[in-house]
Structures are given as structure tokens and as C-alpha cells.
């Protein structure tokens, strides 16, 4: 499945939901999709359904800088080092 990226905002906050697969050839997309990345990011991963290292590591850039994964399956979740719970790093599903 090729990836895709919407941004739904709402207010201060921006929703980004990314589905599909996150691979290295599709970094640059998802960079230019987000701008600016700020506090105010909210991944929804749950149709994420591969992402490779480099899309991984982008993800984790993301959480590292404050964006909160509001929404992930059990692979991604494993994938960025997330409880199953989703108690660590803001996962809020």
C-alpha cells in the first residue's frame, strides 16, 4: 500500500494521519507535509501498516520533539517502543 498523508486541524492542534507504508523514499513527503514541527502535532498511525528504519526513525523524531501518538496499531506501537498499554510517549488511543 502506497503511503498517504492528510493534516486535519483543529484549532492550535494539527492532526497528521499516515497510513499506508512510511518508507525511506517517502520522507521528504512527510517532512513537506508537516512543516513545522511544534507541540501542537498529533500522529494517528492506526492505518500505518509498515514503516522501515528510516520511517521509524522519523517517528520517533516526531515523538521525541512532542508530537503525541494519538492513535497506533499494536505493530507500530512495538515498532517505536511504546507500551502495549499505550501509557509511554503520549499514546492516547
Do not use: W
Not at 517532512?31 to 522519523?58: H, K, P, T
Not at 512532542?66 to 501509557?87: C, I, K, N, P, W
Amino acid at each position: 500500500m502506497r503511503l498517504r498523508i492528510a493534516i486535519e486541524s483543529s484549532g492550535a492542534k494539527n492532526r497528521i494521519i499516515i497510513a499506508g507504508e512510511l518508507l525511506a523514499e517517502g520522507i521528504p513527503e512527510l517532512e513537506q507535509a508537516l512543516g513545522v514541527n511544534d507541540n501542537s502535532l498529533e500522529l494517528d498511525l492506526s492505518d500505518l501498516s509498515f514503516a522501515d528504519s528510516d520511517g521509524v526513525a522519523a517517528l520517533r523524531r516526531l515523538t521525541d520533539g512532542g508530537a503525541t501518538v494519538v492513535a497506533a496499531s499494536l505493530f507500530v506501537r512495538r515498532l517505536l517502543g511504546l507500551d502495549q498499554s499505550g501509557s509511554e510517549q503520549g499514546v492516547t488511543e
